[in-house]
T-cell receptor, first 114, second 115 residues
Framework: DAGITQSPRHKVTETGTPVTLRCHQTENHRYMYWYRQDPGHGLRLIHYSYGVKDTDKGEVSDGYSVSRSKTEDFLLTLESATSSQTSVYFC?????????????FGPGTRLTVL | AQSVSQHNHHVILSEAASLELGCNYSYGGTVNLFWYVQYPGQHLQLLLKYFSGDPLVKGIKGFEAEFIKSKFSFNLRKPSVQWSDTAEYFCAVKVSGAGSYQLTFGKGTKLSVIP
């Protein structure tokens, strides 16, 4: 257990509405990541953070923004949700003290955009 | 950019059969390699990892993987699978070194074990 929670765990929304997903960690790790998982694509990195207010884009960042105002929280926002953003979203942390460069994943959020 | 290939999309085995899942990556430098498992409806869990040293690494639940640098491969093995091994398995690679942080995942291999 990596001390990661995600909320909500399930969400159904309509096209064009904004959506914010939250990732919360309890272990004070510097690096946090947002991935999306789609059948046939594996996991793809959306955005990541390497500290408070420090974020960068991943492979599939279009249509997503992130914020990190506190070490423990990393928010993923879909400004205007589209059906192509229907997916399962996983947050991960990087344990860079005890086990270098190993990522651990949260339970996921299943998002459906109608 | 590096890429990861998992050649088998879906593998179906009977209980007690041996398992080998292929993983190849495309990067010529030093890499860190991982296998993750995702049981139905659950999140990804780390199965095993390779950083350096002995190329044969052992993970949880009787799994092992062998890093063959000359073949750019990191295949996952288990001598005798159980029904509870039914899951999706993901290989991932990270380029090692300062400033490197991203994991690149393969597309996954779904394993179905028939009792």
């Amino acid at each position: 257990d990596a001390g990661i929670t995600q909320s909500p765990r399930h969400k159904v929304t309509e096209t064009g509405t904004p959506v914010t997903l939250r990732c919360h960690q309890t272990e004070n790790h510097r690096y946090m990541y947002w991935y999306r998982q789609d059948p046939g694509h594996g996991l793809r990195l959306i955005h990541y953070s390497y500290g408070v207010k420090d974020t960068d884009k991943g492979e599939v960042s279009d249509g997503y923004s992130v914020s990190r105002s506190k070490t423990e929280d990393f928010l993923l926002t879909l400004e205007s949700a589209t059906s192509s953003q229907t997916s399962v979203y996983f947050c991960a942390i990087r344990r860079d003290s005890r086990e270098i460069d190993t990522q651990y994943f949260g339970p996921g959020t299943r998002l459906t955009v109608l | 950019a590096q890429s990861v290939s998992q050649h088998n999309h879906h593998v179906i085995l009977s209980e007690a059969a041996s398992l080998e899942l292929g993983c190849n990556y495309s990067y010529g430098g030093t890499v860190n390699l991982f296998w993750y498992v995702q049981y139905p409806g659950q999140h990804l869990q780390l199965l095993l990892k390779y950083f350096s040293g002995d190329p044969l690494v052992k993970g949880i639940k009787g799994f092992e993987a062998e890093f063959i640098k000359s073949k750019f491969s990191f295949n996952l093995r288990k001598p005798s699978v159980q029904w509870s091994d039914t899951a999706e398995y993901f290989c991932a690679v990270k380029v090692s070194g300062a400033g490197s942080y991203q994991l690149t995942f393969g597309k996954g291999t779904k394993l179905s074990v028939i009792p």
